[in-house]
């Protein structure tokens, strides 16, 4: 079932917060808004959702899926950093990054295919933290861009219209970012800068 929740960008309500927890522990699939760009999000578990995410995106099994956390913490239980990572990590997050790092056996390898890595992404948005902390598990999320598009969708106005026959819960925090994550491999001996986007990199 499509629904649309209205939230205040900085001060979401809390019973929205708490029906949207709840709308994705049945399964479902979320758009929410990050402080780059809206995205595709569910739980790591909701294979049905996260298989109807590719679908609408068209995306192989070489995508580079996001695992959303509320922490650096919640993030070591899925994720392996050595100190040099931890460093860099700390100092970015959060904030508009997202890190390549190696993906340990908690994540779901029908989701992931042949790949052995993740994006980690800890954004600093009121709506999608209050989310992460609700849930109280981290979220799998790919960017909201339609076949044949190179920019995230942006207006919640017209892409609802776009996702009316999905099963999907659209958490509308008014306009999102066109800019998306700067996008950093830490899989490597040093950091390779992916992408330049909303965040600095030096």
């Given at each position: 079932?499509?629904?649309r929740l209205?939230?205040h960008a900085?001060r979401p309500?809390?019973?929205?917060i708490?029906h949207?927890?709840?709308?994705l522990?049945?399964?479902?699939?979320?758009?929410?808004?990050t402080?780059?760009?809206?995205?595709?999000?569910?739980?790591p578990t909701?294979?049905?959702?996260?298989?109807?995410?590719s679908?609408?995106?068209?995306l192989?099994?070489?995508?580079l899926?996001?695992?959303i956390?509320?922490?650096?913490?919640q993030?070591a239980?899925?994720?392996?950093?050595?100190n040099?990572?931890h460093r860099?990590?700390r100092?970015?997050l959060?904030g508009?990054y997202t890190f390549?790092?190696?993906?340990?056996?908690?994540l779901?390898?029908?989701v992931?295919?042949k790949?052995?890595?993740?994006?980690l992404?800890?954004?600093?948005h009121?709506v999608?933290q209050?989310?992460l902390q609700e849930l109280?598990?981290p979220?799998l999320a790919?960017?909201?861009?339609?076949p044949?598009?190179t920019?995230?969708a942006?207006?919640?106005d017209l892409?609802?219209?776009?996702?009316?026959?999905?099963?999907l819960?659209?958490?509308?925090?008014?306009?999102g970012?066109l800019?998306?994550t700067?996008?950093?491999?830490?899989?490597?001996?040093?950091?390779?800068?992916i992408?330049?986007?909303?965040?600095?990199?030096?």
């Amino acid at each position: 079932m499509f629904e649309r929740l209205r939230l205040h960008a900085e001060r979401p309500q809390a019973r929205l917060i708490a029906h949207a927890a709840e709308y994705l522990r049945k399964g479902a699939g979320a758009v929410v808004p990050t402080d780059a760009t809206y995205a595709l999000m569910a739980l790591p578990t909701a294979l049905d959702a996260l298989s109807g995410f590719s679908s609408l995106r068209r995306l192989d099994d070489q995508h580079l899926w996001s695992l959303i956390c509320s922490d650096l913490s919640q993030a070591a239980s899925y994720v392996r950093m050595d100190n040099e990572a931890h460093r860099i990590l700390r100092r970015c997050l959060p904030g508009p990054y997202t890190f390549i790092l190696p993906a340990n056996s908690q994540l779901p390898k029908r989701v992931f295919g042949k790949r052995r890595d993740v994006g980690l992404r800890i954004p600093q948005h009121a709506v999608c933290q209050m989310l992460l902390q609700e849930l109280g598990e981290p979220l799998l999320a790919t960017s909201l861009i339609f076949p044949g598009e190179t920019d995230a969708a942006i207006d919640p106005d017209l892409f609802v219209e776009r996702l009316k026959s999905q099963n999907l819960l659209v958490m509308d925090a008014g306009w999102g970012g066109l800019e998306p994550t700067t996008v950093v491999d830490l899989c490597g001996e040093a950091p390779e800068l992916i992408r330049q986007g909303a965040g600095d990199w030096q």
